[in-house]
């Protein structure tokens, strides 16, 4: 405090809203160095796990860098709650030592939620959760860059999911292309269009999915200038603080005109129009392949990467749409 002139004493203070503390905490010889303490990349998730797998007995099949690599974004309480979650499921099953399997469904329920097999849907309304599921499937199978897709289930979980594709990335990614983005956008449409194509209509299933794609959209047109109409430029000022997590959205300050945002709106719309339209053209020629895993998805609610492929590797190619 400037008074005692006790040496070897270090003041650590730790935030997620740097931008409110009084700049008088910042200056010179007080909270003067700032550290960014980020997400852990796969090396650093890997060496989380190995600290809290020592507690445990592993069966030898344990890879503790294949589940790294499948747990991105994941920080350290995550990733100890699947180790934890994981022993939990052995120690019900009365297995010797923890498996992948248990690490596998850890990761399910840590990212989808708890299974709700007590929930009984009707037949029509399993058919459907069933074509919407393999929807996106399909079509995360028939682009060039969609993160693979590591299971599908129609299973309820506790956070109120009817259903959920699992797609995991095979490394970590910091920078992603124009056409990876429509990409993604191709595949969170794919339920919506799958379920068009199947049923003639559409149902409120899919409002996770369009709020995801209009955000992204909207993101691709107002913040990383991929609109060839209102060209590379950004419009807007996010609220939130640059140390904050991109995804906790405090609305932004607009520096745009009315006349703009109207241009805006409609870049979203088109976008969005014209990769749900790549998206029927692509399930429209993979309709076979979008049948199979519906009807395997309604008979065994579950299916991991090889049951996909398995099922789609009965059409001779699966071509990737595009345009």
């Given at each position: 405090?400037?008074?005692?002139?006790?040496?070897?004493?270090?003041i650590?203070?730790?935030?997620?809203?740097?931008?409110?503390?009084?700049?008088?905490?910042r200056?010179?010889?007080?909270?003067?160095?700032?550290?960014?303490?980020d997400?852990?990349?796969?090396?650093?998730?890997?060496?989380?796990?190995?600290?809290?797998?020592?507690?445990?007995?592993?069966?030898?099949?344990?890879?503790?860098?294949?589940?790294?690599?499948r747990?991105?974004?994941?920080?350290?309480?995550?990733?100890?709650?699947?180790?934890?979650?994981?022993?939990?499921?052995?120690?019900?099953?009365?297995?010797?030592?923890?498996?992948?399997?248990?690490?596998?469904?850890?990761?399910?329920?840590?990212?989808l939620?708890?299974?709700?097999k007590?929930?009984?849907?009707?037949?029509?309304?399993?058919?459907?959760?069933?074509?919407?599921?393999?929807?996106?499937?399909?079509?995360?199978?028939?682009?060039?860059?969609?993160?693979p897709?590591?299971?599908v289930?129609?299973?309820?979980?506790?956070?109120?999911?009817?259903?959920?594709?699992?797609?995991?990335?095979?490394?970590?990614?910091?920078?992603?292309?124009?056409?990876?983005?429509?990409?993604?956008?191709?595949?969170?449409?794919?339920?919506?269009?799958?379920?068009?194509?199947?049923?003639?209509?559409?149902?409120?299933?899919a409002?996770d999915?369009?709020?995801?794609?209009?955000?992204?959209?909207?993101q691709?047109?107002t913040r990383?200038?991929?609109?060839?109409?209102?060209?590379?430029r950004?419009?807007?000022?996010?609220l939130?603080g640059?140390y904050?997590?991109?995804?906790?959205?405090?609305?932004?300050?607009?520096?745009?005109?009315?006349?703009?945002?109207?241009?805006?709106?409609?870049e979203?719309?088109?976008?969005?129009?014209?990769?749900?339209?790549?998206?029927?053209?692509?399930?429209?020629?993979?309709?076979?392949?979008?049948?199979?895993i519906?009807?395997?998805?309604?008979?065994?609610?579950?299916?991991?990467?090889?049951?996909?492929?398995r099922?789609?590797?009965r059409?001779?190619?699966?071509?990737?749409?595009t345009?």
């Amino acid at each position: 405090d400037g008074f005692d002139p006790s040496m070897g004493v270090i003041i650590i203070a730790a935030t997620n809203k740097p931008e409110v503390l009084d700049p008088a905490l910042r200056r010179a010889g007080r909270f003067d160095r700032q550290i960014v303490v980020d997400r852990p990349d796969v090396k650093g998730r890997e060496a989380i796990l190995r600290v809290h797998a020592r507690k445990i007995k592993l069966a030898p099949d344990v890879d503790l860098g294949v589940i790294a690599a499948r747990t991105p974004g994941m920080v350290g309480a995550d990733l100890a709650n699947i180790v934890n979650e994981a022993a939990l499921l052995a120690a019900r099953r009365n297995a010797d030592a923890v498996g992948m399997d248990h690490f596998e469904e850890a990761i399910d329920r840590i990212m989808l939620g708890l299974e709700k097999k007590g929930r009984v849907m009707g037949q029509v309304e399993k058919e459907r959760i069933a074509y919407h599921e393999a929807g996106h499937a399909v079509v995360a199978l028939s682009v060039h860059h969609a993160d693979p897709v590591h299971r599908v289930t129609i299973i309820p979980r506790s956070i109120g999911t009817l259903g959920a594709t699992l797609q995991l990335p095979t490394e970590d990614r910091y920078v992603l292309t124009k056409q990876e983005l429509e990409d993604r956008l191709t595949v969170l449409l794919g339920g919506r269009a799958a379920e068009e194509i199947a049923f003639g209509d559409i149902s409120t299933g899919a409002q996770d999915d369009l709020e995801r794609a209009t955000e992204l959209a909207r993101q691709m047109v107002t913040r990383f200038g991929m609109s060839d109409a209102l060209g590379p430029r950004t419009f807007g000022r996010p609220l939130a603080g640059r140390y904050l997590q991109p995804s906790l959205d405090l609305g932004e300050e607009r520096n745009y005109s009315e006349r703009t945002a109207e241009l805006i709106d409609e870049e979203v719309g088109h976008l969005i129009d014209h990769l749900y339209g790549r998206a029927k053209r692509i399930l429209t020629e993979r309709r076979a392949a979008l049948v199979r895993i519906a009807r395997e998805l309604e008979t065994r609610e579950t299916l991991n990467r090889e049951d996909l492929e398995r099922l789609v590797a009965r059409d001779e190619k699966l071509e990737v749409a595009t345009g």
